[in-house]
C-alpha cells in the first residue's frame, strides 16, 4: 500500500512550533525509504501521523484506499493494529512481560488466534537467533536482543508497513548495523514497506528513496 501525505500542517505548543507545514509525500509499496534529520527535526512526528497515533492539523493521509486521518481513534487504532508495525527507539518492550508475550499481546488486543501467533513468533525469533530466550524477560536481554524482539512483535501480525523510529538509536555502532541489516532484509524478504526515520547516515546504503526533513517539509533525495 502506498502512503499519500498531502497539505500535512502540524503544529505544537499552542500553534508557537511549526512541526510542518503545506508538506507532501509519497512513499511506494514494498521500498524501503529513509527519513534523514536532527534531533526534533520532526521524524518521530511524522511517523506518529503516518501511524495514526497523531493527527495533523489539516491536510490527508491515506494508506492505500483509507484515508487514516478520517478515522476516528477506535477505528486508527484498529487498522493501525492490523496494518502497521511500529518499531520504538527505546523498545517498549513490556517489562513483566517474557519475551514471547511481549510479541503475541497483539493477538489478546486484536481477538486473534494466539497459538497462530505463537507460531509466527517462534518462526521470526528463531529467525533472529532469539528462539531459546522466548521465556526470558526484557531486563535479561542486551540492547540488540531487545530490538530485534521489538521487530518480531512489529512483524508479528505480518502487517503490510513497518516504521521504525531511529531503530538503532540506542544501539552501539556494531549492533546498530547488524539491526539495520536485520530489520531491511526481513522487510524485503517479505515484501513489506519500511520507512526508517533516523539521524544515522548508515541507513541511506540501505534505502530505496531517501527523505530529509528541512523547513517543515520533506525534501526527495535519491533512490536506488
Same mark, same amino acid.
Request: charged share 25%; proline share 3%; glycine share 10%.
Given at each position: 500500500?502506498?502512503?499519500? =501525505?498531502?497539505?500535512?500542517?502540524?503544529?505544537?505548543?499552542?500553534?508557537?512550533?511549526?512541526? $510542518?507545514?503545506? =508538506?507532501?509525500?509519497? $512513499?511506494?509499496?514494498?521500498?524501503?525509504?529513509?527519513? =534523514?534529520?536532527?534531533?526534533?527535526?520532526?521524524?518521530?512526528?511524522?511517523?506518529?501521523?503516518?501511524?495514526?497515533?497523531? !493527527?495533523?492539523?489539516?491536510?490527508?493521509?491515506?494508506?492505500?484506499?483509507?484515508?487514516?486521518?478520517?478515522?476516528?481513534?477506535?477505528?486508527?487504532?484498529?487498522?493501525?493494529?492490523?496494518?502497521?508495525?511500529?518499531? $520504538?527507539?527505546?523498545?517498549?518492550?513490556?517489562?513483566?512481560?517474557?519475551?514471547?508475550?511481549?510479541?503475541?499481546?497483539?493477538?489478546? =488486543?486484536?481477538?486473534?488466534?494466539?497459538?497462530?501467533?505463537?507460531?509466527?513468533?517462534?518462526?521470526? !525469533?528463531?529467525?533472529?537467533?532469539?528462539?531459546?530466550?522466548?521465556?526470558?524477560?526484557?531486563?535479561?536481554?542486551?540492547?540488540?536482543?531487545?530490538?530485534?524482539?521489538?521487530?518480531?512483535?512489529?512483524?508479528?501480525?505480518?502487517?503490510?508497513?513497518?516504521?521504525?523510529?531511529?531503530?538503532?538509536?540506542?544501539?552501539?555502532?556494531?549492533?546498530?548495523?547488524?539491526?539495520?541489516? !536485520?530489520?531491511?532484509?526481513?522487510?524485503?524478504?517479505?515484501?513489506?514497506?519500511?520507512?526508517?526515520?533516523?539521524?544515522?547516515?548508515?541507513?541511506?546504503?540501505?534505502?530505496?528513496?531517501?527523505?530529509?526533513?528541512?523547513?517543515?517539509?520533506?525534501?526527495?533525495?535519491?533512490?536506488?
Amino acid at each position: 500500500m502506498d502512503i499519500v =501525505l498531502s497539505d500535512i500542517s502540524k503544529t505544537y505548543s499552542g500553534g508557537d512550533r511549526v512541526i $510542518f507545514k503545506d =508538506l507532501d509525500a509519497v $512513499f511506494r509499496a514494498g521500498q524501503v525509504s529513509v527519513i =534523514l534529520g536532527k534531533s526534533g527535526s520532526g521524524k518521530s512526528s511524522l511517523l506518529n501521523l503516518m501511524a495514526g497515533i497523531d !493527527l495533523p492539523d489539516s491536510g490527508q493521509i491515506r494508506i492505500g484506499s483509507t484515508r487514516v486521518t478520517e478515522l476516528d481513534d477506535t477505528q486508527r487504532s484498529i487498522f493501525r493494529r492490523r496494518h502497521i508495525g511500529f518499531v $520504538f527507539q527505546s523498545f517498549n518492550l513490556i517489562p513483566v512481560l517474557t519475551v514471547m508475550e511481549n510479541i503475541t499481546l497483539v493477538s489478546q =488486543l486484536d481477538g486473534q488466534v494466539p497459538g497462530e501467533y505463537r507460531d509466527r513468533a517462534k518462526a521470526l !525469533l528463531d529467525t533472529m537467533g532469539l528462539l531459546d530466550r522466548q521465556n526470558e524477560f526484557p531486563d535479561r536481554l542486551s540492547g540488540g536482543e531487545q530490538q530485534r524482539v521489538a521487530l518480531a512483535r512489529a512483524l508479528v501480525n505480518q502487517p503490510q508497513i513497518i516504521l521504525a523510529d531511529e531503530p538503532t538509536g540506542n544501539l552501539d555502532a556494531g549492533t546498530g548495523a547488524g539491526m539495520l541489516d !536485520l530489520i531491511t532484509s526481513q522487510a524485503r524478504s517479505l515484501g513489506k514497506t519500511l520507512i526508517m526515520a533516523t539521524h544515522s547516515r548508515d541507513a541511506m546504503d540501505h534505502a530505496d528513496k531517501i527523505f530529509r526533513v528541512q523547513d517543515n517539509h520533506l525534501i526527495p533525495g535519491r533512490g536506488i
